[in-house]
């Protein structure tokens, strides 16, 4: 199998295998979440066959026509990056699978938590390897879908509601941006192809001196921003927290969250090397890695200091992968892709511990914690190592990528020069204070000190292997990553870097590099977080007074403002325009037709009433014409249901009778026939419904109705007298054309059977499939009847 | 050529259907609804684009049934942006116009489809709330 073909299956296959997944669920019961877990690993093992290639430091790009002619195909785009992806994606899709299976309760709706996990897991592949701007955006916005939904899974919970719509208005508006961003770029360079674009240097070399540069780059900034929480967007991920651990855990600290980021890496090539690049991107991630670093003290909720410590780390990537020159366009590619790999184990991790904890003790209220360390032991050690790794400590993963973080900063002050050879480096060392304060906090709140007297279960221990292996499996991986750093570096981060910088990469990765500026801003940061740590409690209590004081100092301030608002809008104009009784309605659209019809007549026609008005008409059809005119006013004035009826069934056939005259007689016969139906049906129906209600019409209402039936039989009128008046110059009927190729194309005589089943086919199948469905209502209204009963 | 008693019969129609949809009673709205589709129906079939005489059947069998209708050319090519028929000037056609009859065909099954769906719709409310006075119902349903 080559290595597109594996791609577009382990695509695919998650949303296949989890379309059929309700059928195997019957056979599996509770035991469905392995199934799920074996088509994650499946992906994997499909992604793995196109690795070796990439590790040799080719690309493959192949692609299928979809809309030639609009420049979209369906095209993906395999090397470094998005085989790295595609490893994060369904190595942590068996992990957080796996460990669902003791996490999930058996009451739970297991089918369609697994179906949305499997959905997102296709549509994050589907993106990753996307070569196409469209086909991307198309993924892109199925994982904020899925994520909506996930995030909802519990859907009688408020706060899940609330955390679900946060998180689709702010990621799919995000989305939408991107697309803007993508059609400004394809407006400019005059492809969707992103490969294509990377490659070229004349086409970057256009794009750089464009005028629109800057606003295709702030169009796709925002939709990489929102998605991956950053500025002023971080606001949904702590709600988004309101959705099972596991989920957190997969979506929204290693894999969903990073989409943004992916973006970011994605397009590096296009757009770095630019004033505006470093600005934007590193601009907002320092600025967003300080600020939730920051408002992580005062989080309570385990799940909560792990969101916004999610928001930080993802800074972290934003700011290192922002650091460019003219000269130097990505100073801090591999720094950040080595760290993005790194995170992806240790935040996993400890959500998988947050889950355990809370799955043991059943509350995430930190404050209510501690002193664990002897109940769950494997737990304790599993969260000590996440936690430490996260704080970056050696001999861990996280240790090595954030000493590239720094050595990164460093140089990126030093080709600045000036103030910012301190300013950047100091900058950094504050996200690492921060982020280590955090982390020790999650170590000692929840398993050392003195255990609480109450609030805890009496018996709290170690979950079953089924919970434990996934997150002892990651531990394990950061350790290695640690000690042996060569093995990610060659296979992932090499590759990945020189697709980003377009050239071969070498790094050397070492845990020990002597006493350099990286290694002393490392101890700066031990010793500055071990103080502010003892500090914590203080400044998270300043943080709650000074929200307490300023709440309008506050994003999630505007955005609920606007929200509400919003709401408030929507419900007053729909009270508007739907008060109720139905004959407001058609009263309105009455007058809109009469509008509609007497403007254009007046403005356009010379006179109303044209002088050709044609009163040659045989004296049958006249008569015919009278008795329809009765027929109708029988309907409209015998008060009795019966008579009425008969009436209008009379009309019925009358009409059917005139079709004769008008040379119609597929109509009429057709009108026949329907009418003794429709007549049978009114007559059944009615012989049911007894006639208790009579109307008595006041004359006021009465004199109104009249004024409305008149204008609107006028206006028929004069529209009807004036249709072949030609207000406005004909264009040629299309029937020429099925009277002419009726007998050539079709062989069918009768010009109107030819149209209903041949030339217009698919009008009659509608036709069909509408009786079928009011087929289908009547049968269900009458069974519908007497459940209550 | 136009027929001014027929247009004047179909909007009289209009008139005392728009009438009936206008009342409190749903059964009388339904009727109501009967009446408007008959009128419109007849108002499509009455516009049609021929002033031809003869029912839409060809009636030799030559050829490539252009006896009747010749001359016309015909573009039918997407990428030229032409899908329609260019006359020559003078051209007749001696059939009355089959497309208002094949859109009037679909529309009479469809609304008799909708007539016995509403009608099933009317009894079962009747059945739940015991009136079909839609004032009333309103004031049930709060």
Redesign the interface.
């Known amino acids: 199998m080559d290595s597109f073909t594996a791609i577009t299956i382990a695509v695919f296959l998650p949303f296949v295998l989890a379309g059929i997944l309700p059928a195997v669920e019957k056979v599996l019961k509770d035991k469905i979440g392995w199934y799920a877990s074996a088509v994650a690993l499946l992906s994997l093992l499909l992604i793995a066959q196109a690795a070796p290639e990439v590790i040799h430091g080719e690309t493959i790009q192949k692609s299928i026509q979809w809309l030639p002619s609009l420049g979209i195909n369906f095209s993906f785009y395999i090397d470094g990056l998005s085989v790295m992806f595609g490893f994060i994606v369904s190595g942590i899709g068996v992990i957080i699978m796996s460990y669902s299976n003791g996490y999930m309760s058996k009451k739970e709706d297991l089918p369609r938590y697994y179906q949305q996990l499997l959905f997102f897991m296709g549509s994050m592949l589907g993106m990753v390897f996307s070569a196409n701007m469209i086909q991307l955006f198309i993924f892109w916005e199925l994982t904020s879908i899925t994520s909506f939904m996930l995030i909802g899974y519990w859907r009688n919970r408020p706060m899940s509601v609330y955390g679900a719509t946060k998180s689709l208005l702010i990621t799919a508006a995000g989305g939408l941006f991107m697309l803007a961003g993508f059609l400004v770029l394809n407006a400019i360079t005059g492809t969707f192809d992103i490969p294509t674009i990377m490659n070229n240097e004349s086409i970057r070399e256009l794009l750089h001196g464009h005028e629109l540069f800057l606003i295709t780059l702030i169009l796709i900034f925002i939709g990489a921003a929102s998605k991956s929480a950053q500025g002023p967007f971080y606001i949904w991920l702590p709600n988004a927290m309101e959705a099972p651990t596991p989920v957190s855990a997969f979506l929204h600290s290693a894999t969903m969250v990073k989409a943004g980021i992916y973006l970011i890496a994605r397009i590096h090539p296009i757009f770095s090397g630019t004033d505006a690049w470093f600005i934007m991107v590193s601009g907002v991630g320092i600025f967003t890695m300080l600020l939730a670093g920051f408002l992580a003290f005062r989080q309570t909720d385990i799940k909560g200091i792990l969101a916004y410590s999610t928001i930080s780390q993802l800074a972290y990537l934003m700011t290192m992968y922002g650091y460019t020159t003219h000269h130097e366009p990505g100073i801090g590619v591999a720094a950040a892709t080595f760290h993005l790999l790194n995170h992806a184990t240790f935040k996993a991790c400890l959500f998988l511990v947050a889950g355990i904890v809370a799955h043991e003790t059943a509350t995430r209220d930190i404050t209510k914690m501690g002193g664990l360390r002897k109940e769950m032991p494997i737990t304790f050690i599993i969260a000590s190592i996440g936690a430490l790794s996260m704080a970056g400590i050696p001999p861990l993963n996280g240790f090595l990528s954030k000493e590239m973080f720094y050595e990164a900063s460093v140089e990126m002050g030093h080709l600045l020069g000036g103030p910012y050879s301190i300013l950047i480096p100091a900058l950094a060392v504050l996200g690492g204070v921060f982020t280590f304060a955090y982390s020790i906090k999650l170590i000692d709140g929840i398993f050392l000190g003195k255990r609480p007297s109450k609030g805890l279960p009496d018996h709290i221990h170690d979950p079953s292997m089924v919970m434990l292996a996934p997150a002892i499996f990651l531990v394990f991986l950061i350790i290695l990553f640690g000690v042996v750093p060569s093995i990610p570096v060659h296979n992932f981060i090499e590759p990945t870097v020189s697709g980003i910088l377009l050239e071969e990469a070498h790094l050397h990765v070492k845990l020990w590099h002597g006493i350099t500026p990286p290694f002393i801003m490392t101890i700066v940061t031990f010793a500055v977080g071990i103080l502010t740590y003892t500090k914590y409690g203080k400044i998270a209590e300043w943080q709650n007074r000074f929200n307490a004081r300023f709440p309008w100092i506050s994003v999630n301030y505007y955005y609920d403002a606007t929200v509400e608002n919003a709401k408030d809008v929507t419900s007053k104009f729909s009270n508007r325009m739907q008060p109720g009784p139905i004959k407001t309605y058609i009263t309105a659209l009455l007058l809109l037709v009469i509008i509609l019809f007497t403007v254009p007549a007046v403005l356009l026609a010379p006179t109303l009433i044209p002088s050709d008005l044609n009163f040659d008409i045989p004296a049958y059809e006249v008569i015919i014409y009278l008795f329809m005119i009765i027929a109708a006013l029988g309907a409209a004035v015998l008060r009795k249901y019966l008579p009425a009826v008969i009436a209008l069934s009379g009309l019925g056939y009358l009409v059917g009778l005139l079709f004769i005259y008008l040379q119609a007689p597929d109509l009429a016969l057709t009108q026949v026939l329907v009418e003794t139906l429709a007549t049978i049906i009114f007559l059944l129906a009615i012989a049911r419904i007894p006639q208790k209600f009579r109307e008595h019409i006041p004359s006021k209402t009465l004199a109104r109705d009249i004024l409305i039936s008149v204008a609107v039989s006028s206006v028929i009128f004069i529209m009807l007298i004036n249709a072949t008046q030609g207000i406005i110059p004909p264009f040629e009927s299309v029937s020429h054309y099925f009277i002419e190729k009726s007998l050539p194309l079709a062989g069918g005589h009768n010009i109107v059977n030819v149209i209903l089943v041949d030339f217009r086919g698919y009008d009659t199948l509608g036709e069909i499939a509408v009786i079928s469905l009011a087929g289908f209502g009547v049968y269900n209204l009458v069974n519908s009847r007497g459940e209550d009963e | 050529?136009?027929?001014?008693?027929?247009?004047?019969?179909?909007?009289?129609?209009?008139?005392?259907?728009?009438?009936?949809?206008?009342?409190?009673?749903i059964?009388?709205m339904i009727?109501?609804l009967?009446?408007l589709s008959?009128?419109v129906?007849?108002?499509i079939?009455?516009?049609?684009?021929?002033s031809g005489?003869?029912?839409?059947?060809?009636?030799d069998n030559g050829g490539?049934?252009?006896s009747?209708?010749s001359s016309?050319v015909?573009a039918?090519s997407l990428s030229d942006g032409i899908f329609?028929?260019?006359?020559e000037a003078g051209h007749q056609?001696d059939?009355?116009?089959?497309?208002v009859?094949?859109l009037?065909?679909?529309a009479?099954?469809?609304?008799?489809?909708?007539?016995?769906?509403i009608?099933?719709?009317?009894?079962?409310i009747?059945?739940e709330y015991?009136?079909?006075?839609?004032?009333?119902l309103?004031r049930l349903r709060g």
């Open positions: 050529m136009n027929n001014t008693l027929l247009s004047l019969t179909i909007a009289i129609l209009f008139g005392i259907g728009t009438f009936l949809v206008l009342r409190r009673d059964v009388r009727i109501g009967g009446v008959h009128a129906n007849l108002l079939v009455s516009t049609g684009a021929f005489t003869k029912a839409p059947i060809i009636t490539h049934g252009l009747e209708a016309s015909f039918d329609a028929p260019v006359l056609v059939f009355v116009d089959p497309l009859q094949a009037v065909l679909t009479i099954v469809i609304s008799l489809a909708m007539t016995a769906f009608l099933i719709l009317a009894y079962r009747y059945e015991g009136t079909t006075d839609i004032k009333e309103r």
